[in-house]
Nanobody, 123 residues
Framework: QVQLVESGGGLVQAGGSLRLSCAAS????????MGWFRQAPGKEREFVAA????????YYADSVKGRFTISRDNAKNTVYLQMNSLKPEDTAVYYC????????????????WGRGTQVTVSS
């Protein structure tokens, strides 16, 4: 079955960096667009970033543009989220997700989801 497993979360001070990874199995990874979403306590899930199936196109939420970078390695079936200049408001559980064809900022359109990794940014 399809599995998406996130890793790389943790506790970091404001201004610091983290790199999240999401390892995929059970699907033809190179045929799927990938997205990162996050959910903070008491808030709805929100879109963070997405990348096309080949990696040639990326899309970011305004709140992370210029600070976060999404990338993928289709040979390793892995998508990454490099997070720099972290802020306390970036604190959330981060999820990766997969959908066929084109990337999207609509979480409901993603077919597969990981269980998430916690990112906590202290002030």
């Amino acid at each position: 079955q399809v599995q998406l497993v996130e890793s790389g979360g943790g506790l970091v001070q404001a201004g610091g960096s983290l790199r999240l990874s999401c390892a995929a199995s059970g699907l033809t990874f190179s045929s799927y667009a990938m997205g990162w979403f996050r959910q903070a306590p008491g808030k709805e899930r929100e879109f963070v970033a997405a990348i096309s199936w080949r990696g040639g196109s990326t899309y970011y939420a305004d709140s992370v543009k210029g600070r976060f970078t999404i990338s993928r390695d289709n040979a390793k079936n892995t998508v990454y989220l490099q997070m720099n200049s972290l802020k306390p408001e970036d604190t959330a559980v981060y999820y990766c997700a997969a959908r066929t064809r084109y990337y999207s900022d609509n979480g409901a359109s993603y077919a597969y989801w990981g269980r998430g990794t916690q990112v906590t940014v202290s002030s």
